[in-house]
C-alpha cells in the first residue's frame, strides 16, 4: 500500500494549516483507506486525536432525527479509535438542540482533550438537503468562532466537490454554489488512478514481503490492462498471487504477462470488473 501522502502530498500541509478542505474522486478509487490509514497514522504519531467517520447511515431523514444519531456514531467511533484521555465526552447532554448539536459536540471535545482534533467526513456524497445543509452550517460556525476549541482540520470525502451538490431546500432546486456554508474551505483534492510507476511500487511490494517476482513485462500488462485504477490494480494482484485460487501460489514462481491475462480473463468471467 502507497503512503497516503504519496497519493495526495498537499494533505498534510493543509492539516498543519489549519485549514477546511474537500477529497473528491470517482469510485473505487481508495478513498476511504487512505483516509482511514491517514487517520490512525496521524494519531499514533501523537500530533493529533484523527477520525474517519462515514455519513453513509445517515443519509436519510431531518436534522432534528439525524444529528443525535450522528453523534452517537461519532462517539461510538472515536471510543474504539482513541485511547480514554482523547475519547469525546458522551452524546446525552448535547442533543436537546439538534440544529447546533454537532457544533457544541465538537466544541466540548476539541476543548476536552490535549491533541488538535481533524475530521474526515467520509461519504458525503451520501447526505443531502437539510442534514447536509446543518451539518456544513454547524462546521462553518465552530470554523469562524476559532480560537475557541474546535477542530483543527476537517475534510469533506466523497465523489465530487460539496459546491457541485444539488440540495432540496425549497420547491426550487438550487446549488451550494459560491454561498456554501462551506465556502470556508482553502482547497479541493482530486484523486486519480495510479501512474506506472506506482503500480510498479506496489507490486515491488509484494516481492519485498514474499519473495516472489513481476517480470517487467507482467506490470507493464497489469497497467496496460486496468490503467492504473487502484480496485483493479489489487483485484489482478489478488488474483494472480494471494486468492485462494490464485494463478501463481508458489513463491518461487515468477508472475508473467501470461499470468495477468489469465488473471484477467478470470476477472471477466467473474465479473469482478
Given at each position: ?12 500541509e493543509?492539516?498543519a ?88 459536540y465538537l ?6 482533550i ?78 486519480g ?10 507490486l515491488?511490494?509484494h ?17 496496460h ?17 494471494t ?12 508472475v508473467?504477462?501470461?499470468?495477468v ?13
Amino acid at each position: 500500500m502507497l503512503p497516503p501522502e504519496e497519493r495526495l502530498p498537499q494533505i498534510r500541509e493543509l492539516i498543519a494549516g489549519k485549514h477546511y478542505f474537500i477529497i473528491h474522486a470517482p469510485r473505487q478509487i481508495g478513498k476511504t483507506t487512505l483516509i482511514r490509514n491517514l487517520s490512525r497514522s496521524l494519531t499514533a504519531e501523537g500530533k493529533y486525536a484523527a477520525l474517519t467517520i462515514s455519513l453513509e447511515s445517515f443519509m436519510e431523514g431531518e436534522p432534528e432525527s439525524v444529528m443525535p444519531q450522528l453523534l452517537k456514531g461519532l462517539w461510538s467511533d472515536a471510543k474504539y479509535a482513541f485511547p480514554a484521555e482523547l475519547q469525546p465526552p458522551k452524546v446525552g447532554e448535547f442533543v436537546d438542540d439538534p440544529l447546533i448539536a454537532l457544533r457544541e459536540y465538537l466544541f466540548a471535545w476539541s476543548g476536552s482533550i490535549r491533541l488538535p482534533v481533524v475530521l474526515f467526513l467520509d461519504e458525503a456524497d451520501s447526505v443531502t438537503g437539510p442534514v447536509l445543509l446543518s451539518i456544513l452550517r454547524q462546521l462553518r460556525d465552530g470554523y469562524t468562532a476559532r480560537p475557541k476549541p474546535f477542530p483543527q482540520s476537517v475534510a469533506l470525502v466523497g465523489l465530487k466537490d460539496v459546491r457541485d451538490y444539488k440540495i432540496q431546500v425549497r420547491p426550487d432546486t438550487e446549488t451550494l454554489g459560491t454561498s456554501s456554508p462551506f465556502n470556508i474551505k482553502v482547497e479541493s483534492l482530486t484523486m486519480g488512478n495510479f501512474g506506472r510507476e506506482e503500480v510498479a511500487r506496489l507490486l515491488h511490494q509484494h516481492t519485498e514481503e514474499t519473495g516472489q517476482r513481476f517480470e517487467p513485462d507482467a506490470m507493464e500488462e497489469i497497467f496496460h490492462q486496468t490503467g492504473g485504477q487502484p480496485w483493479l490494480v489489487n483485484a489482478l494482484a489478488n488474483q494472480l498471487t494471494t486468492h485462494y485460487s490464485a494463478i501463481v501460489k508458489d513463491r518461487a514462481v515468477p508472475v508473467t504477462r501470461e499470468h495477468v491475462l489469465t488473471a484477467k480473463e478470470i476477472l471477466i468471467e467473474r465479473r469482478d470488473t
